[in-house]
């Protein structure tokens, strides 16, 4: 979540009007598919090999898509809010992928709240 919210700055200084419509669009999705991600990881207590595989697919897609909505020279400007969302997902979904087929929440406490 913190690699979304790092960005909301770029709208209010540079204005909606001049990021491609796709960007905005991809953004507000990304937040609400984060937003449930989490609330089902806190509600289960873990996260499944299947919700990461579904947050890196979904990171790989908004990459691609957002990116090329950008004019040539943009894509890996501040004003894309992909790049710190794609580097932010490697690190947590290595290990949840490799270690076992369910990853524990970090600091979440065994046996649910």
Known sequence: MGQLVIWLWVPVV???ARL???ALTGYLLAMVWTAD?????LRRN???TRWVLADAA???AWAVVV?????AGQAASPRNWVLG???GHAPPSAPAGQVSRKARIPGARPGGS
């Open 58 to 60: 979904g990171a790989v």
């Open 20 to 22: 491609p419509p796709i």
């Open 85 to 87: 969302r794609a580097g």
């Open 46 to 48: 873990e996260v499944t």
């Open 37 to 41: 991600l989490f609330t089902a990881a």
């Open 67 to 71: 990116s090329r909505a950008f004019p």
């Open 14 to 16: 540079y204005g909606t």
